[in-house]
């Protein structure tokens, strides 16, 4: 059986912050594309396994400053984007 890429689903507000986010930056935007395409090839090698409060999730690096934080549904093969941001402030910290 031939492996798929795993299906995308972002948290309501989420979709809506990113929305906002891509019109006042087209760049990063398809820096977030290009993260997201590799994650839904393989979640578990693109991703940072996540501890603490966020244990049972994963984070990409967007660039310097932003994460991506996700889980991973294998029941669905999805992954569900949960929140994004810069570092500290998503992290908690």
């Given at each position: 059986m031939e492996n798929q890429d795993y299906s995308?689903?972002?948290?309501?507000?989420?979709?809506?912050d990113l929305k906002?986010?891509?019109?006042?930056?087209?760049h990063q935007r398809r820096i977030i594309d290009k993260k997201l395409e590799k994650v839904r090839q393989n979640p578990y090698?693109?991703?940072?396994?996540?501890?603490?409060?966020?244990?049972g999730?994963?984070?990409v690096h967007i660039d310097s400053h932003f994460i991506l934080i996700y889980s991973v549904d294998?029941?669905?093969?999805?992954i569900?984007?949960?929140?994004?941001?810069?570092?500290d402030p998503t992290y908690g910290i």
């Open positions: 995308i689903l972002y948290e309501k507000d989420i979709e809506k906002k986010r891509f019109r006042k930056n087209p090698a693109h991703g940072e396994p996540l501890v603490g409060r966020w244990k999730y994963y984070s294998e029941e669905f093969h999805r569900n984007v949960v929140t994004y941001g810069k570092h």
